[in-house]
């Protein structure tokens, strides 16, 4: 399930090249969006986040606890 457009720049980068070798392109959305909320910034996570290909059971999950109008401020599609 692709949870975003692609026609955004990324958002800020807190993870180092180095250690995004031999990642796949989702492992580092996630945990970009790790890195960004252990660095204090929320708008950064998210929008990591929603660069990921969440299953649709973890979408579900985000809908019921965040709501679709949060999920879309943030750049998901819902």
């Given at each position: ?14 993870m180092p090249d180095e250690e995004k070798i ?7 959305y996630l945990c970009e969006s790790v890195e ?7 708008e950064a996570s998210w929008a990591w986040l ?29």
């Open positions: 399930m692709n949870t975003t457009t692609t026609d955004r720049p990324l958002p800020r980068s807190y031999g990642m796949t392109q989702n492992a580092i960004a909320k252990a660095a204090g910034d929320e929603a660069l990921a290909n969440l299953t649709e059971s973890s979408m579900s999950m985000l809908k019921r606890v965040c709501g679709d109008e949060f999920l879309k401020s943030k750049g998901f599609n819902v």
